[in-house]
């Protein structure tokens, strides 16, 4: 698999910066953008369907969609729209990626949803989805999703299946071979060792194997963390252990996974 590099865009700057800042990426060549969907402040939606107007060719992923906030139906609907939106780049790939992640506590609970069976539930969602984008009548019975005799109503659209890849965030041991086993692709967590990300990957090459796949069918993207400064590399080191403490203190997943002391958290 060819090595990349894509941006990754949360909600660090002005919105029309980061327009501006798309077109110059793609005008450099990097042919991908995530946008951010983890925390209460810039829906994905609205950004992915900015960044596919602005540019031509650069694909846009979901990075990630929590899985408790649209329902399947209305998820499918909606990447189906942006996809009749962007279309397919130069490579015949479709423009609009779909990452669906499982959320986390205290945020889940605080806005009244419950984060129940998480696997589970993950599980449903993406074949639900995947067989939406069929564009076929669906009917799916199951403990979180059920789907009686959808199908994705475009009366005067384009009608052809939706050939959008669906990735996974994940984190944990049993989400990453879930990744492996029914998704496009697995995106990987930052602020975690070189030795947690030898382990996620092997954990998605056992899922791949469980529905005949190897490891090099399975998209591979990971988060990276780079603090710069042109002139005061000390406050590029600030900067850096500032989010890093952030993360670790909101985000137990990251924490986990990061292999720190929870008591030096605390």
Not at 110 to 136: C, D, H, Q, W, Y
Not at 185 to 209: D, F, H, M, Q, W
Not at 210 to 237: F, H, M, W, Y
Request: aromatic residues 8%; glycine residues 6%.
């Amino acid at each position: 698999m060819n090595s990349r590099i894509a941006l990754y865009f949360q909600d660090k700057h002005e919105i029309a910066y980061e327009l501006e800042m798309a077109k110059y990426a793609e005008s450099r060549g990097i042919k991908e953008i995530w946008q951010a969907d983890t925390r209460l402040a810039r829906d994905c939606v609205v950004m992915m369907s900015a960044l596919l107007t602005e540019t031509n060719n650069v694909r846009i992923g979901s990075g990630v969609l929590p899985i408790w906030t649209r329902n399947p139906a209305v998820i499918a609907a909606t990447w189906s729209t942006m996809w009749e939106l962007a279309g397919l780049d130069d490579t015949n790939q479709s423009r609009v990626m779909l990452g669906l992640g499982a959320w986390w506590e205290p945020i889940t609970s605080r806005v009244g949803e419950e984060r129940k069976k998480p696997l589970k539930a993950m599980r449903e969602n993406i074949e639900s989805i995947r067989e939406l984008f069929t564009m076929e009548e669906v009917s799916y019975a199951g403990e979180f999703v059920n789907l009686d005799r959808v199908k994705l109503d475009v009366a005067y659209g384009n009608v052809d299946a939706r050939p959008i890849p669906i990735y996974l965030g994940a984190t944990g041991p049993k989400m990453l071979e879930l990744a492996g086993e029914i998704c496009d692709g697995v995106v990987l967590n930052y602020i975690v060792t070189p030795e947690y990300i030898r382990e996620a990957v092997e954990l998605v090459s056992i899922g791949a194997k469980k529905s005949g796949k190897t490891l090099n069918q399975i998209d591979r993207p990971e988060l990276l963390v780079c603090s710069l400064s042109d002139d005061d590399p000390d406050e590029a080191v600030r900067t850096g252990k500032s989010l890093i403490a952030y993360y670790l203190g909101t985000e137990p997943h990251i924490m986990k996974a990061s292999g720190a002391d929870p008591d030096l958290v605390e």
